[in-house]
């Protein structure tokens, strides 16, 4: 099984649901539930891909503060704390508001500004055969190490980016070999931007649109261009975490087969059943639960080309 080191930050999360959106304003509402969990694309990641039976390490930072005492108590009971978690005075934070549909609308706080030693990073990532990295503040210093000195592919998610153009995310565009994207926030149609990315960077070779209840697209190097519609085993409760579980899944597969469609078709069951969880860090599926949905589901593929 593959070898995945992880980069991000890790919150606490403070779930409840909505009517709807936008909030209606109230002095006090009584919720009909509410959940605090531990969330954060790389935890997210890295549970996912421990459930398929990969080998993830987390690098991460943690608070000394009283949230930071949950969430190591999760990384621990989850086998993920190690040494690439480090501490810093106070953990990041976040409020997850969830409608009926499971559209979610999200508050974060990062903590503040962190310098993560990089000499963690390097330990946990040697021997690796995948880095995620987040692509955010946090996660650039440990691009062009991942890059230039360790010499490891490098996956990462745009979550909402407008187009190529941005110059936030032209690191990330330069140096992963696999990027992922939510169709939100596109000025384009997902095979413009696939199409784009590819001619544009010629390090990446995979690029893939997450489309919510629409499924997604893939294109690859060799030209091709794979739509999948999206899968439902079960009913929604909260899409927050679809895109880190899509994307975990697919690394699952495409590392231990060098299948892509394979691996996006198998992700897309992977994904469409996590949404049925209320946090983006619960839901996932094992590798053998996996099999036997796909063997119940039919997935909907088409090949093309995105030239």
């Known amino acids: 099984m593959a070898q995945i080191v992880t980069v991000g930050v890790t919150r ?14 109230s002095a006090y509402q009584q919720a009909p539930w509410m959940r605090c969990a531990v969330v954060g694309g790389a935890y997210n990641v890295a549970s996912a891909v421990l459930r398929l039976g990969d080998t993830p390490r987390l690098c991460t930072t943690v608070g000394s503060d009283d949230a930071g005492q949950v969430i190591r108590g999760t990384l621990k009971r989850a086998g993920l704390e190690g040494r690439g978690v480090v501490t810093v ?19 974060g706080w990062t903590g503040g500004p962190v310098n993560y030693p990089m000499e963690r990073f390097i330990e946990q990532a ?20 991942a890059k230039d000195l360790l010499k490891l592919p490098i996956a990462t998610d745009l979550h909402a ?3 190529c153009d941005g110059l936030s995310r032209q690191p990330w565009l330069e140096c992963a070999d696999v990027i992922f994207r939510s169709h939100e926030g596109l000025t384009c149609s997902p095979r413009e931007w696939v199409a784009d990315v590819l001619r544009r960077y010629p390090g990446c070779c995979i690029a893939v649109v997450g489309r919510g ?9 060799d030209g091709r261009f794979v739509e999948i519609l999206a899968a439902a085993p079960r009913p929604v409760c909260s899409t927050d975490g679809a895109g880190d579980a899509l ?26 059943w996590k949404v049925g969880a209320s946090s983006a860090a619960d839901g996932f599926l094992s590798e053998s639960e996996l099999a036997a ?15």
């Not at 005075?89 to 508050?107: H, M």
């Not at 040697?126 to 190490?145: M, Y």
């Open 213 to 221: 209840d629409q499924g997604c697209v893939m294109g690859l190097r």
């Open 89 to 107: 005075p106070e953990s990041a934070k976040t409020v997850i508001l969830v409608e009926p549909d499971g559209q979610v609308a999200r508050s």
């Open 12 to 25: 606490l999360s403070m779930i409840m649901p909505v009517e709807q959106f936008p909030v209606d304003f």
């Open 293 to 307: 949905l796909r063997r119940v589901y039919a997935v909907r593929t088409r090949v093309g080309t995105w030239r």
């Open 161 to 163: 980016c407008r187009d």
């Open 126 to 145: 040697l021997g690796a055969d995948l880095a995620v990295i987040a692509s955010n503040p946090f996660g650039k210093p440990f691009l062009k190490v």
């Open 247 to 272: 994307l975990a899944a697919f690394l699952h597969g495409w590392l231990a087969s060098g299948e892509p469609v394979e691996a996006l078709e198998s992700a897309v069951i992977f994904a469409g």
